[in-house]
């Protein structure tokens, strides 16, 4: 076992490990790379019939990159696109270092995916130079200050910041990101990129999910981002009941509703080249493995089967 780099602390755990009948896996990390990156952002045109989808190049930390829209688009549509982008980078923990060659993460891997989309849509009206010396420039050039955060928690499978001046002349808005299904239930309007504002009734949240579900079928998965240009409860927030508001955990849902859904990001996550043959072997010695993740069904579904755990025809659990 120490020539296939496998070092037995206590010696028993062999014999356990032998009598192995199922193996539960994490997904992120584990069966995939953990090396998330955006590979399309979703927005509403003209009307919520008009869902435009960019393709975005490059899969690295990398935030120089090319956001594929025309370029009537990308003017008629710069402020939902400004929108998306401040509030994917500034609703967000993470940040981006250059060293030694290369673009490094630090934080978690889809915030650090919607920092380099925030990027590069910064990018295409704005001049930056010198990347390597400061990745996120655009961040940095808004000099929104969070003023506070609602922590992502895995019942609300949410995050959301507090910042001022997000609007000029708005005191706090409210800005989040999460699931796209949970979002689409606390929101209540739909920007769309001719600076309307429209109602998301019924009818728009099925044709969104209807969308989800079709990229969620090819293993990736959606980040919904979305505001409360006013704040909601949270606009009236100051230094004196701050901790009271924020401490009230249960209040949050109350807190997250109202917003207005900008739109989503698809997110990849490439499975680790050695996973497939892995799974393959434990099935020949007769261990079951299983697959345990927060996804959304479909992109569980898809990586499963991409990684060989689901074969064609069966159903998860």
Do not use: W
């Not at 959301?160 to 409210?174: C, D, E, H, I, M």
């Not at 919904?224 to 909601?232: D, E, F, R, S, T």
């Amino acid at each position: 076992m120490a020539q296939n780099h496998a070092i037995v602390r206590t010696l028993p755990s062999v014999q356990t490990l032998g009598c192995t009948t199922v193996i539960c896996s994490d997904k992120t990390g584990t069966l995939t790379k953990n090396e998330m990156s955006a590979s399309n952002l979703y927005y509403f045109g003209s009307s919520l019939d008009d869902l435009v989808d960019c393709a975005i190049d490059d899969t690295t930390y990398n935030p120089v990159g090319k956001i594929h829209i025309d370029n009537k688009h990308k003017e008629d549509y710069k402020d939902l696109l400004l929108d998306i982008a401040k509030v994917a980078t500034v609703n967000n923990n993470s940040s981006i270092k250059y060293a030694d060659g290369n673009f490094t993460k630090y934080g978690a891997p889809t915030e650090v995916a919607l920092k380099v989309l925030a990027e590069k849509i910064g990018a295409l009206y704005f001049k930056f130079d010198n990347y390597e010396e400061n990745p996120c420039q655009y961040h940095d050039s808004l000099g929104l200050v969070k003023e506070g955060i609602l922590e992502f928690e895995s019942n609300r499978k949410m995050m959301s910041t507090v910042v001022a001046n997000f609007v000029p002349g708005q005191a706090k808005s409210l800005l989040q990101k999460g699931a796209t299904e949970r979002l689409l239930d606390k929101c209540s309007t739909v920007s769309l990129g001719n600076g309307k504002e429209v109602i998301l009734d019924a009818r728009a949240r099925e044709g969104i999910m209807k969308r989800v579900n079709e990229i969620a079928s090819k293993g990736l998965r959606c980040i919904g981002l979305a505001v409360i240009y006013n704040g909601g409860v949270l606009g009236k927030m100051t230094d004196k009941n701050k901790n009271e508001l924020l401490s009230d955990f249960k209040k949050y849902k109350e807190y997250e509703t109202g917003g207005t859904f900008l739109g989503f990001a698809a997110i990849k996550d490439p499975i680790r080249e050695q996973v497939p043959d892995a799974i393959q072997k434990c099935k020949e010695a007769g261990i079951r493995v299983m697959m345990i993740t927060g996804d959304n069904k479909n992109t569980a579904e898809a990586i499963a089967r991409e990684a060989g755990i689901l074969v064609e025809g069966q159903k998860t659990e």
